[in-house]
């Protein structure tokens, strides 16, 4: 199933020589939303999987470019207080990348053979030890294991826990959406916001994560595209209809609170015929599934679907592809089975992902209860690293 992480898994096994066919529900590559991620310690796990060639064009899928953080001192996670704009928490993230997902995407997907338009529907094991694919279709496939890595509404994951596979709604409003302004005040915005990614915290506990995501001409700043994400608490009546006036709605919180520039004034510019999606901030907290003797498991989001307020899930995604890889390569080099070299991977799954997706929740919790209650959130005694075993310069 294609996205970034899958494509990065597919890469993996292509330069395994373990054959495998990808699909993907969307029609082409491109798709209608996109958004940024933050690349950090995963980044060498991702270069092992694919192409050097591609690896070499991972800044080209920056949203800006022309941006080198490193180089600038600010590769670095700033949380600011969104009412003064100062400087409330700060945290290295060495050598980190934010990437457009649709240009990675787009990279990643290049040398593969993604087969589009492929809805999944279920799966059946076979008498023969194999396992059988369907699709809305109608279309079938075999093979020896069918690998869920469809995101987090991940439907091979419902399949295969139907009662246990279904995601949490957490008690947050969420909008996450894209938007563009005049040249002036484009300039005027991105300007004022940090150059890797800009994260605010109202003292009312209110969450606005701003970057520009897109840049089609450097020189003319009517062209450019940003991502506004904002989380906040469920406390009003009006917060709990997720269908209409949706801007209107955010415009109003950030307008009643008071927020500092360049925050006040990326809100207040967005233009009203700007599209605000419905959006609930879901996770699914990793469980035990029964791999059916290794041919079925679950990776990246669809594996463990977590909150973004630690900034964990992308990396996660990346990690567990190369893991995934890691297990089949030694299958096909015969030092174990498929079932062992599978439920090996999906044992340390269960346990990371559980355990990911459970330090996320608590930050995204603390996140919104006050920047005097920060200081005891996960990412102050993490950072930007894993909770785990994962082992990247800079990160340890």
Known sequence: MQGPAGCALAHGLKKA?????????GADVYRHRHWAFTLGWARPYLFDLIPEELSAQINSCQVDPYVDCAALGEDRIVIYNGQTRSEA????????????????????AERLDVKYSKSF????????GGVKVYFEDGSTDEGDMVIGIDGAMSKVRRCLLPREGNMDTLPFALMNFNASYTAEQALFIKEHLHPLVDIAIHPKGHYIRANVLDMPDEKDASTWTFQILSTWPLKYVEDHDNETDRLQRLKAHVKRDGWAEPYKSA??????DTSVLRDQLKIWKTVPWDNQDGRVTLCGDAAHAMTFHRGQGANNAFYSAHCLV?????????????????????????????????????QTFFTHDGLENFINSPVMQLGTKPSHAAKTEGYQ
């Open 89 to 108: 928490f700060a945290f290295p993230i060495p050598q980190a990348r934010e990437i457009n997902i649709r240009r990675l995407r787009m990279l990643l």
């Open 17 to 25: 020589g373990i054959s495998f066919n990808i699909y993907d529900k």
């Open 267 to 272: 809100i207040e510019w967005i233009p009203e």
């Open 121 to 128: 529907s279920h799966y059946e094991t076979t008498e023969n």
């Open 326 to 362: 890691e297990a089949l390569k030694s299958v096909q080099s015969g030092t174990a089975s498929l079932k062992d070299a599978v439920t090996a991977y999906d044992e340390s799954i269960w346990k990371r992902g559980a355990n990911e997706v459970q330090i996320s929740k608590a």
